[in-house]
């Protein structure tokens, strides 16, 4: 058995990223969101893109208003209004002001805002009774935030509304992306059923093909469900080669770059995962990782893709997706930063109990108590045979080897199960 870092450097060793030239894809800005971005983006526009009014009040030279008070205002006459949108006609001269609001174009011959709190408007003048702090206060120059050519975002980037704020901002409408991860998920076991079909004595009902498939699509791959592949070698075998196949092949599914199997991964008589795997000339680098839940994982490599065998039992399913799987997926889909497990340090609620020799995960909920982080265990028994009680958390608490009993108000490592 691997230890459980052992095992995720080996994983994430073997992934390589989509490629920046083959596996890229124009969207429309409406389409983009939880993409990543393929390519640098650069914008023609400068922001902001010409000086503008911070604030509403007046443009004007600091020259004539630096020494006024309340006592000795400065009296300006005002020359113009100059609301949003607006090109301004006239140039401020010596004595002179216009009116400006907030995000306004600046007037030539103004250097400076003075901000409404500190006038007084009396028909066409204004007196201004408090001098600006500096010259150039409350003005937003051309290209202070961003200048033109420069690079305005890196590819690798998840999009979400500020990044896509900025696209739209800068007129980008056609956006390059990765092309979504394509991921071919299926159950295997004589015993399974589909959710629609009815129960008879011994078997159990396919949750892994949902959840899993569930999972994938929550961090922006494509999950291609396979459905259930009975208990037989060569039903298996055909199965993982249709997964396989090049996508010029007319009766198979678009290649995969990553198969989830569940179940058959084990050391029973009908698990045939790995001499399967083998036949077909995959490359077995993981039989077992020293976890509870989820010793049994295989993982191996083809020359494209990527063969995770799952525990068929659904609660260590979708413990090793999350250890495990889930960044697999995330790196390959071309996230530069963030594809790691997400471990922070939380005091437990409980007492948190274990048997120590393998590195345990117990499931429960992540909260933010009086500025730190607390983990409260899920209610009921933390058996791998208890899905039920999965349902609602988003955290896993992490039990160390050789450790059997973590008292509460200790301080314990938690992986975060959201995505990207």
Known sequence: MLPAQE???????????????????????????????????????DFPHWDNSAMDGY????????????????????????PAGYQPQKSVQPGQ????????VMPTGADTIVIQEHTQRQAKTVLVLEPPSEPQAFVRH???????????????IVLKAPEIAVLAAAQCVQIPVFRRVRV????????????????QPGQIVDSNQYALAALVAEIGAEPITMGIVQDDPDRLKDAIIQS?????????????????????????????????????????????????????????????????????????????????????????????????????????????????????YLWGNIEIFDGSYRFTPAGGSSSSG????????????????????VKAGDTIQVLLTHGK
Do not use: M
Not at 60 to 66: A, H, L, S
Not at 97 to 104: D, E, P, Q, V, Y
Not at 386 to 394: F, H, K, Q, R, Y
């Open 244 to 360: 396989l196949a090049p996508e010029s092949s007319a009766t198979a599914i678009q290649s995969a770059d990553i198969i989830l199997s569940s179940g058959g991964v084990s050391v029973g008589d009908y698990d045939y995962v790995d001499r399967i795997l083998a036949e077909l000339g995959a490359e077995i680098h993981i039989r077992s990782v020293a976890i509870k839940p989820g010793k049994p994982l295989t993982f191996a490599t083809f020359p494209n893709t990527l063969y995770f065998g799952l525990p068929g039992n659904p609660v260590s399913a979708l413990v090793t997706f999350w250890r495990f799987v889930q960044p697999a997926i995330l790196k390959r889909s071309g996230l530069a930063h963030g594809w790691k497990p997400r471990f922070i340090r939380a005091v437990t609620t409980q007492d948190l109990r274990s048997d120590g020799r393998r590195e345990s």
């Open 7 to 45: 095992a995720e450097a080996l994983i994430l060793e073997a992934v390589q990223a989509l490629d920046v030239q083959q596996d890229v894809e124009l969207v429309e800005l409406e389409a983009c969101h939880d993409r990543i971005l393929a390519s640098p983006v650069t914008s023609r526009l």
């Open 386 to 405: 208890n899905l039920i009680n999965l349902a609602g958390t988003n955290a896993l608490g992490v039990v160390a080897i050789a450790q059997t009993h």
């Open 142 to 156: 051309q290209g202070a935030f961003h200048q033109a050519g420069e690079p305005l975002l890196s590819t690798g």
């Open 59 to 82: 443009a004007v030279r600091f020259e004539d208003v630096k020494t006024c008070s309340a006592d000795q205002p400065a009296v300006l006459e005002v020359i113009e209004e100059i």
């Open 97 to 104: 002001a216009a009116r400006i609001l907030t995000g306004s």
């Open 184 to 199: 071919a998920i299926l159950s295997t076991g004589d015993e399974l059923v589909s959710p629609e079909q009815s129960l």
